[in-house]
């Protein structure tokens, strides 16, 4: 019999709340997450902006799911080789820069298309565009109409360029922000070469919109020309002395943030680093962040930062993640980031049985009361019930786990679904028909679970703040 592993992730809400004070993440949001997390990706349509600001939490824990670049260009840029354009992100001037000639826009049926800014170099495109004007009554009225579209990879592909040699550039990696009657996106290509100076923008859908309900494949024609000599690009400043420098190769470094590099703009500084699982945690894998970090003056007061929508923190390197805060210039320096808790993948290796008989009926519900001790983690599983298409788990967790995986060990499901809240977690499995019976097994394969730290950095910025 075929096997074939389904991971279905069942996402948990984190235990702790985002004072606005400390984090603005709205206007930050980072789009196009595959919002079913790090084991089973659902096909989306195109950028997200409107995401409710606690499943952001859970996705940026489950980053790895979502790898579209490299680290390879960030740390380039941080140890000296890129500069930085604010709402860009890294450029590499090396090659030569190209930027729009002039903002285009296009208005139809009420609705308007802007791209405002592009800026082209030897490894990638960034376009910048808007839409607002969209009518309250275009957007998706229920998540099943959202679910149609989203699998329609047909129908409604993310905004491509279109290049005058007949290829099709896709998105590679992109983020915005919405609002009720529009939403804003910057969204990264491959680079287009040198000898080429058009190219159409072309947006299948707007962002969120139902099937129809407003214009569709919208082409605006982008033109570029080398960039201006008076246009700003700030040095990324490397920081000499990381702890990881000081690393001899009979060493293995320890759990912690290390600062790769600083950005210093007219009000703010930009510092941006790795946190790196060194030698500990032996066989699990450390994923992101499951306590946002609180920022201190030397005084121990709390200062605000955002998280930079224009710089790529994605990483496809094991047990490490980027990560970048920009914060206002003004404080009394040394500050100090603090981390509290950070996001483990665990291995597991548990079955899971369930025993239908030969003829279940839809709605049936098994009582299984069954626990798993997997890495200091307790998972209890609670009970089944028969679908009509499939069968439906329900778990609970330890406060700490946010999520599960979980798989068909000898059929060959058509579907897997997950989700919960406050550490209440179902997961689903669909088949084709004719859906199977009897004895079933199923294993979890692993858990997301958060680890404690605490873990510092000092950073001392030029003139003490």
């Given amino acids: 019999m075929i096997q074939k592993q389904l991971h279905a992730i069942l996402q948990g809400i984190a235990n702790e709340g985002i004072p606005p004070e400390k984090v603005n993440l709205w206007p930050r949001v980072r789009d196009g997450l595959n919002r079913s997390g790090l084991f089973h990706r659902k096909p989306v349509s195109g950028i997200r902006t409107r995401v409710a600001l606690p499943a952001l939490i859970i996705l940026a824990l489950l980053t790895i799911s979502l790898i579209l670049v490299g680290p390879d260009r960030a740390l380039a840029a941080l140890h000296g080789l890129l500069g930085y354009i604010p709402g860009i992100g890294l450029v590499d001037e090396a090659g030569g820069l190209r930027v729009l000639a002039e903002p285009v826009s296009l208005k ?55 290049l005058p040699d007949g290829s099709i550039l896709q998105t590679s990696g992109g983020q915005g922000a919405g609002w009720a009657s529009g939403y804003k996106s910057r969204l990264e290509y491959p680079p287009i070469p040198p000898g080429m100076s058009e190219a159409v923008f072309f947006i299948p859908c707007l962002n969120d919109t139902s099937p129809g309900a407003a214009p569709e494949n919208w082409e605006v024609n982008l033109r570029f020309v080398p960039a201006p000599e008076g246009l700003t690009v700030v040095p990324v400043l490397e920081v000499s002395g990381s702890p990881e420098a000081a690393i001899t190769p009979d060493e293995e470094a320890a759990m912690g943030l290390i600062l790769e590099g600083v950005i210093e703009l007219d009000d703010s500084y930009i510092l941006a680093g790795t946190f790196r699982q060194g030698a500990d945690l032996p066989g699990a894998i450390v994923m992101g962040m499951s306590a946002w970090p609180e920022i201190v003056d030397v005084n121990g007061q709390p200062l605000p930062y955002v998280i930079p929508s224009d710089l790529d923190l994605t990483s496809d390197e094991m047990g490490m993640f980027p990560w970048a805060y920009e914060i206002p210039k003004g404080f009394a320096g040394p500050l100090t980031i603090v981390l509290e808790a950070v996001a483990v993948e665990y291995p597991a290796d548990e079955t899971v049985q369930l025993d239908t008989g030969a003829n279940p009926q839809v709605g049936q519900e098994w009582i299984l009361n069954q626990e798993f001790a997997l890495s200091g983690h307790i998972i209890h599983l609670v009970s089944a019930v028969r679908l009509e298409k499939g069968y439906e788990f329900d778990f609970r967790t330890d406060t700490s786990v946010s999520g599960i995986s979980v798989d068909d060990t000898e059929l060959e499901p058509v579907g897997g679904f997950g989700g919960g809240w406050q550490w209440e977690f179902s997961v689903r499995f669909e088949y084709a028909d004719p859906v199977p019976t009897g004895l079933l097994e199923f294993r979890i394969r692993g858990l997301m679970a958060s680890h404690p730290g605490p873990w510092e950095l000092t950073w001392e910025p030029p003139g003490g703040g």
């Fill in 108 to 162: 139809r049926d009420g609705i308007t298309v802007a791209v405002s800014q592009a800026v082209l170099d030897s490894e990638r495109t960034v376009v910048i565009y808007a839409s607002d004007g969209i009518p309250a009554e275009a957007y998706f009225r229920n998540e099943s109409e959202e679910d149609r579209r989203s699998q329609d990879l047909q129908y409604c592909r993310p905004p491509q360029l279109r």
